[in-house]
């Protein structure tokens, strides 16, 4: 469910007509949803019934500083993978007792502006990393609470790009490896066990792969506490997909995952916690881009964007679809015809779509490309020096430019030219 509607035949976020922030802004740019994205943290807390439950939004699926606050002000933690997305979450609200630390290479100095900040817990993903929070936190005598993502070894079925949970992986401490690599743990002086995290892929749509991995981690609970460990917390990640077609497969509901979770963790006693990005973000965001160009090749008729994949990487990277709709409502008896939809960056696979059935489509239209709230804007770059495109966040009949255009001079102003060459 999302707030993005056809009203008086022109496509709006909650009560603002997109066309109206397209004129005040200019196109492409990032808009997202504050009711969606309120909604969708309210469905998936509303699942889980436990109120000490943690859902520590992952900040790398969309880190501008509004959307975090948004979802720290509805009640929502973080998951943060580096400093930078520390100091966003800290930035945007976010109780340090509320963050959660993941990622295979967090940097010493990294560790210590977290111990400094106080998070609630790192998830640690090798041994190597384990002996430098250690060393770390007993520097500044402290204990680093922690827990070790554990690799379960189950194939996620979702995109190769994002499948984590495989052995093959880099992600993780090897499944067979788990206790041993807890009883090493134990012995550091500068480590607190405090429970186990597992994190298997994104875009998950079936609950299958999750209920593998999450019955290997409730045994290995169990076989912990069996060696002495305090396992209180079971940090189960994120992960779980969403609808990215109207006409699409759909995912399971919140309340599905949840209960599957409940039939499998029942009796642990442990808190739980979760890291979704996706689930939250996806849907309550768009990008809205103007067609510069309709191309009638040889065989093929293209609609030429002004949004490129420095501004929206996804389908490059992951062949993913995007639903791509008019901002102007079609007439229900428009003749659609395929289209590829592209960009203008000089790249073959600067494409958002092929043989896309579209309404007619001319010059100066505006469209929208659904369900890019998550790793959008974030894995956006100035590829071709094309500046960031805008984020805009709407609220009801307020909106705001929560992320600037920059300028070409401040593009330029970061590269000094080099002394000899002035
Ligand atoms: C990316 C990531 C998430 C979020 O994944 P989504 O599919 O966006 O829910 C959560 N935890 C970890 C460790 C991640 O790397």
């Excluded at 929070?133 to 194939?155: F, G, H, M, W, Y």
Aim: charged share 20%; with cysteine; glycine share 8%.
């Amino acid at each position: 469910m999302h707030h993005f509607d056809y009203k008086h035949g022109a496509l709006h976020v909650e009560d603002i007509p997109l066309s109206d922030i397209a004129r005040d802004v200019g196109t492409p740019f990032y808009c997202y949803s504050s009711a969606t994205l309120e909604r969708h943290y309210r469905v998936f807390a509303e699942a889980f019934k436990a109120p000490e439950t943690l859902i520590a939004y992952s900040i790398k699926a969309n880190s501008n500083l509004s959307v975090v606050r948004t979802l720290a002000k509805a009640g929502a933690g973080a998951d943060v993978v580096s400093r930078g997305e520390l100091r966003r979450a800290l930035t945007a609200g976010v109780p340090a007792t509320r963050i959660v630390f993941s990622g295979v290479g967090k940097t010493r100095d990294e560790m210590a502006e977290a111990l400094e900040a106080g998070i609630y817990q790192f998830n640690v993903e090798s041994e190597p990393e384990l002996q430098a929070l250690s060393e770390c936190a007993q520097s500044k005598n402290k204990q680093a609470p922690i827990t070790l993502r554990i690799n379960p070894d189950v194939d996620a079925g979702t995109h190769e790009k994002i499948n984590t949970g495989r052995a093959e992986n880099k992600f993780g401490i090897a499944w067979n490896k788990a206790r041993e690599v807890y009883a090493h743990a134990a012995s550091l002086p500068g480590i607190k066990i405090v429970g186990v995290d597992v994190h298997i892929g994104s875009q998950i749509t079936a609950l299958d792969p999750f209920e593998q991995a999450f019955k290997r981690v409730s045994e290995l609970v169990k076989d912990l506490r069996a060696d002495g460990h305090n396992i209180q917390r079971l940090d189960l990640g994120g992960g779980l997909g969403i609808p990215y077609a109207a006409q699409g497969q759909i995912p399971p509901h919140p309340d599905q995952y949840a209960a599957m979770i409940a039939r499998v963790t029942g009796g642990l006693d442990v808190q739980l916690i979760f890291e979704p990005g996706r689930l939250i973000v996806g849907n309550a965001g768009l990008l809205v881009s103007r067609v510069i160009y309709v191309k009638h090749g040889e065989n093929r008729a293209f609609v030429i964007l002004d949004a490129a994949m420095n501004d929206l990487i996804r389908p490059a990277l992951y062949d993913a679809h995007h639903d791509i709709l008019p901002l102007a409502q079609p007439a229900p008896t428009a003749p659609y015809a395929p289209f590829d939809v592209v960009g203008p960056v000089c790249e073959t696979g600067d494409s958002f779509a092929q043989n896309r059935d579209l309404p007619p489509l001319n010059a100066g239209d505006l469209v929208a490309i659904m369900s890019t709230g998550a790793y959008g804007a974030v894995q956006s770059s100035e590829y071709n020096t094309r500046p960031l495109i805008p984020e805009v966040m709407v609220h009801g009949g307020q909106m705001a430019v929560v992320r600037r255009r920059p300028s070409y001079e401040d593009m330029m102003a970061v590269e000094p030219m080099a002394q000899w060459l002035k």
